[in-house]
């Protein structure tokens, strides 16, 4: 492991997340991941006031002039907000709030959303060892502090928790535990079958169950090795892209709302929460503020020309985890490890272009499917990337010289004849289709292996080339027949693009601007379709089927799965 310099004081929020969940510690502290759910946002709402004002505690020495002050009786508390504490010798900081105190003794309250828990001590260990980090800050303040109080704001119900030993012993090795834990390089177990992460909002970035499921070959989730894998909530990204191809338009915001305009005019108007990117096409303007918000917010913003070339993508520094990147590069240079993922990449994308054919090709292409059988039973046993190459060819080749059976255009004046691909440039509308399909895709891989922290331009079937996105052409290699091809059929076969969507000349075929934006309603609408995970069983959109996938990449090259397995359809 790399040597690691002395961490910064822990804040003990964070403290409360590593006693609920070393995993969920790493993810959000280490790596700097976040996601909301209904109760982290209600969270945020109780504790946004905390995090807007700042106010100091009454010096505990002061104690007779406070009881003095309450005159006769007992003297009244004095209740502070917001107090921001910290200690160089626990390694902790906090902002308090609020604290109540009475000459030198101080108690703090930490608010809680929700209710208290139906349980002996009426709330969570990870709140009781927060509020009793808490205590010892505001001891190592010179106050006494021997008990503190949660309040549930859904209930409006306070609970005592009194420090005691145990618990002090308790949040003390939690301090040096999660100190230590800040600054590892390892990614800890997931969970087992917890009911902690039902209610987690980084369960999808986690992936607890599939991680676990994984871990047991053959992963098999209806088998008695492991519990089975629970639902992938929400099963669609709530948030989608948004495309911006009016040209002369302009991208700003009003609030967390992106709004776009043209010519004062407004033409549409989204909001942050609902946005996955901004696909930014040709001669369109964005503001500065729009981007350090949509940073923040970790929302990509995708350059392209205005015939959809792809210059780049913008993205904030909120994720931290270069050593995903370090094992990248690691594995890439592995030639056992690359052939694997390769073998694995390859036979996924081999059975999805046999699957597409076998349940859509009429008549049935029996001896097709049964030559690409012969070729695909030789994937496993290859023993280097050029014999690969030769198999995927072949079977590609036998792919292609079939798919024009799936076609049945509803607009017959095109040329929708198609037996082969051909492309840079494409010469016919199909193949013109094609190669814009998979140029959406790089895109949507592209950004997807940037948001999980990995460097899109380092592959390990494809290899590296100058301004090729080697990684995210390997990911995209299973999605190929199921996402691009699938959208390219329907946008035909439903009249979604034309002959009038296409300039034909000897110089080739280009997709015309109409052409484009009809597309792409086919291809989202696509992206969108549920679909079964064949290894988890639970249906998702394809959209979040590439981030799983993405995400798996991850998790293989930091060595939490012991192996990739590419999605494949039934
Ligand atoms: S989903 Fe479960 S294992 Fe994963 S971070 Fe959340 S609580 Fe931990």
Not at 41 to 56: A, K, N, P
Not at 58 to 84: F, K, L, M, N, W
Request: aromatic content about 8%; hydrophobic content about 40%.
């Amino acid at each position: 492991m790399i040597q690691q310099e002395q961490p910064d004081l822990l804040p003990v929020r964070m403290l409360n997340e590593y006693a609920y969940c070393p995993r969920l510690f790493h993810l959000m502290h280490v790596e700097g991941r976040w996601a909301d759910n209904v109760y982290t946002e209600e969270g945020h709402e109780v504790h946004r006031r905390i995090d807007r004002i700042d106010h100091v505690l009454p010096d505990p020495e002061d104690a007779d002039a406070t009881s003095e002050d309450a005159g006769q009786g007992e003297p009244a508390p004095t209740i502070s907000r917001s107090v921001q504490l910290g200690s160089e010798t626990l390694g902790i900081s906090g902002k308090l709030d609020p604290v109540s105190t009475v000459a030198d003794e101080a108690v703090p309250v930490d608010t809680k959303r929700g209710r208290p828990p139906d349980n002996p001590e009426r709330s969570w260990e990870p709140e009781r060892v927060q509020l009793m980090a808490q205590g010892l800050l505001l001891r190592e303040h010179g106050y006494r502090s021997e008990y503190g109080m949660l309040y549930f704001a859904a209930a409006r119900t306070r609970v005592r928790v009194d420090f005691t030993p145990e618990l002090e012993a308790r949040t003390l090795r939690l301090i040096e535990d999660a100190r230590r834990a800040s600054t590892s390089t390892i990614l800890p177990d997931p969970l087992d079958d917890s009911p902690k992460c039902n209610g987690c909002s980084l369960n999808g970035i986690c992936l607890p169950d599939e991680t676990l499921a994984l871990r047991h070959v053959p992963p098999n989730p209806a088998s008695a090795g492991h519990a089975a894998v629970r639902r992938l909530y929400p099963p669609r990204s709530d948030a989608l892209p948004l495309y911006v191809q009016e040209q002369g338009a302009s991208v700003g915001k009003r609030g967390e709302v992106i709004v776009v305009k043209k010519d004062g005019e407004e033409l549409a108007t989204v909001r942050l929460k609902d946005t996955s990117q901004i696909v930014l096409c040709g001669n369109v303007q964005i503001s500065a503020q729009t981007i350090q918000l949509l940073c923040e917010a970790g929302v990509p913003v995708v350059h392209l020309s205005r015939g959809h070339w792809f210059y780049g993508v913008t993205y904030g520094t909120t994720l931290r985890n270069a050593y995903d990147r370090a094992a990248q590069f690691h594995f890439a240079a592995d030639p056992s490890k690359t052939l694997a993922f390769s073998r694995a990449i390859v036979a996924a994308k081999a059975m999805n272009q046999r699957t597409m054919l076998g349940r859509n090709a009429r008549p049935r292409p029996e001896s097709v499917l049964k030559e690409m059988a012969v070729l695909m039973r030789k994937i496993r046993h290859a023993q280097s990337l050029p014999e690969l190459l030769g198999l995927e060819g072949a079977i590609a080749s036998k792919y292609f010289a079939n798919l024009g059976m799936l076609l049945r255009p509803r607009d017959m004046s095109a040329d929708w004849a198609f037996d082969s691909r051909n492309r840079r440039p494409p010469r016919d509308p199909v193949n013109a289709l094609l190669s814009f399909g998979y140029a959406l895709l790089t895109r949507e891989c592209t950004v997807a292996l940037i948001g999980e922290g990995l460097d899109p331009w380092w592959g390990f079937y494809h290899q590296p080339r100058h301004g090729r996105p080697a990684l995210a052409l390997d990911l995209m290699e299973e999605f190929r027949p199921i996402i691009a091809d699938s959208a390219v059929i329907t946008a035909i076969n439903t009249g979604m693009v034309s002959a009038s969507d296409f300039t034909v000349s000897s110089a080739g075929c280009i997709l015309r601007d109409t052409g484009r934006k009809a597309f792409i309603k086919a291809y989202e609408a696509r992206l969108d379709q549920l679909a079964t995970h064949p290894l988890f069983d639970y249906r998702a959109s394809w959209r979040v089927l590439i981030r799983v996938q993405a995400r798996l990449i991850a998790r293989w090259l930091r060595g939490d799965v012991p192996e990739y397995i590419g999605i494949t359809t039934r």
